[in-house]
C-alpha cells in the first residue's frame, strides 16, 4: 500500500462515498474533529481514485477528515490510491462507514442495507467479505421491516436499537399496536410484551400476593391477568377487587 501526499485542490468527493449529501460542520462531533486534529490525524490517509477524464481525485473515504483538514487550511493530505469503482467502491465507503460511533441505529441499519444490496451473494456475501456474522447483519436489517413510526421513534432515542430488533421478532400486529401507542404509554407497553426491561405494572403485587418463580403461582397470576383483560379491568385493580372482596365477606383478625 503507497500513501502520497495529495493537494487538498485536487480532490472532489466521489460519487460512491456515501456520505457525500451530509452537511459538515453542524455537528458537534464535526466540530471536535476540527478542534482536536493532531499530527496523528494527518498520518491516518484518506483512500482516493484517480480520474483520468478531469485529471483529478475522487475521495472514496475518510470525508471528514479531509474536510476537517480542508477547512484548517491544510495543503496536502496523506492518501491511499485504490482503483475501486462503482459497487465496490461504495460497499468500501460503506464498511468504513458502519465502523463509526457517531451513526444513528437507523442511519447504521441503512447502511447495512446498502452494503447487502451492493454484494453480491447478499448478506452471505457481506459476511465472508467483511467478517460480520450474518446474525448480525440480518439484526441491523429488522429495524427497516419496522412501521415508519417505530423506525422514528429508534431515531428519536425514545426506542433503542436492542428494543427495536425484539420488537420486529414480534408479529405485525403488535408492532402495528407499539406503532400507535402514545409517547406516555410507550415504555409501559414495552415492558408488559417483554421488549423492555424494567418492572411492569402489577409485578408489586405479584412480588406481595405471589412467587412469579413457582409455575402454579405464575399460571394463577396469569390467568388473572387474562380474567381482567376479558371484563376490560387493569390487572391492579382487578386483584385489588377481589382481595377487597374477600375482606369484606371474611372476618379479618386484626392486631
Sequence with gaps: ???????????????????????FGKDSSDNLIKEH?????????????????????????????FLALQDRGEKEIPAVIT?????????????ENLIRKDLSPLEKAKMVKRLVDSTKSGITGVSKKYGLPKSTISEWLSILTLPKQLQE????????SFEGRKIARQPKEIQEKLASTAPDSLEEQMINLGVKRGAPKGLLTVRLVFNPSKPKDKNLWNSLEEKAKQNGNDINDFVKEILSNYVKN??????
Design 83 to 95: 482503483k475501486l469503482k462503482g459497487a465496490e467502491a461504495e460497499a468500501a465507503s460503506l464498511f
Design 153 to 160: 421513534k429508534i431515531e428519536s432515542g425514545e426506542i433503542t
Design 1 to 23: 500500500m503507497k500513501i502520497k501526499n495529495i493537494s487538498v485542490n485536487l480532490i472532489d468527493i466521489a460519487e460512491e462515498n456515501v456520505r457525500k449529501d451530509f452537511s
Design 37 to 65: 486534529l493532531s499530527k496523528f490525524d494527518l498520518l491516518q490517509p484518506v483512500v482516493v481514485r484517480f480520474d483520468i477524464q478531469t485529471k483529478r481525485y475522487k475521495l472514496l473515504i475518510g470525508r471528514r477528515r
Design 250 to 255: 371474611n372476618s379479618v383478625v386484626t392486631p
